[in-house]
Antibody, heavy 123, light 109 residues
Framework: EVQLVEFGGGLVKPGGSLRLSCTGS????????INWVRQSPGKGLEWVSS????????YYADSLVGRFTTSRDNSMNSVFLQMSSLRAEDTAVYYC????????????????WGQGTLVTVSS | EIVLTQSPGTLSLSPGERATLSCKTS???????LAWYQQKPGRAPRLLIH???TRASGIPDRFSGSGSATDFTLTISRLEPEDFAVYFC??????????FGPGTKVDIK
């Protein structure tokens, strides 16, 4: 069974930092790009970051460059999102989602999502 | 940046009825880069359609996608009770890498 499980959410004060983890199982983790997508309470979906299977390519939403850092450890089937200088507007459920890549390309959709972890930024 | 606009915002229908959801884009797209997701309350999004018209694995055939250029449609031929949810369209490419529409909520009339 395919699973993606996010860890690390919680309550953090403005200006603080938090590290999220996403662990996958039931599929060949090293063949997938992993993306972070967030959803503010009652709102829509916002893409945050993407990391390629071998970490060669890492992309961020323009508004998050410099504050968020994505990394992965394929030996642990895990991807990490380090978030710093957090603001109230970063409050959201953070989902990780996978995207299949073969030798030619990565496919342009997210074929499975984790259940998400809630990050609340508040004093 | 491509902007996705979905309509209507809410669609109130009865089980068994047909649902037609629209996703319009601010620029003409390669349809292979358009996908649809379903999200139920408190749950993660689920991929329904990719490449504008290809059903994802395990998706019932009452779901179909169509469209090209700037106009895309998700159709649910006969609504089942489990289909009442929010539906998002998504475009891949450029910056940001993934862009989502604001969603259409399909609720029970």
């Amino acid at each position: 069974e395919v699973q993606l499980v996010e860890f690390g959410g919680g309550l953090v004060k403005p200006g603080g930092s938090l590290r999220l983890s996403c662990t996958g199982s039931g599929f060949t983790f090293s063949s997938y790009a992993i993306n972070w997508v967030r959803q503010s309470p009652g709102k829509g979906l916002e893409w945050v970051s993407s990391i390629s299977p071998s970490s060669s390519y890492i992309y961020y939403a323009d508004s998050l460059v410099g504050r968020f850092t994505t990394s992965r450890d394929n030996s642990m089937n895990s991807v990490f999102l380090q978030m710093s200088s957090l603001r109230a507007e970063d409050t959201a459920v953070y989902y990780c989602a996978k995207r299949y890549c073969n030798s030619d390309r990565c496919y342009p959709y997210l074929d499975f999502w984790g259940q998400g972890t809630l990050v609340t930024v508040s004093s | 940046e491509i902007v996705l606009t979905q309509s209507p915002g809410t669609l109130s229908l009865s089980p068994g009825e047909r649902a037609t959801l629209s996703c319009k884009t601010s620029q003409s797209l390669d349809s292979s880069y358009l996908a649809w997701y379903q999200q139920k309350p408190g749950r993660a999004p689920r991929l329904l359609i990719h490449g504008a018209s290809t059903r994802a694995s395990g998706i019932p055939d009452r779901f179909s996608g169509s469209g090209s250029a700037t106009d895309f449609t998700l159709t649910i031929s006969r609504l089942e009770p489990e289909d009442f949810a929010v539906y998002f369209c998504q475009h891949y490419g450029g910056s940001p890498l993934f862009t989502f529409g604001p969603g259409t909520k399909v609720d029970i009339k």
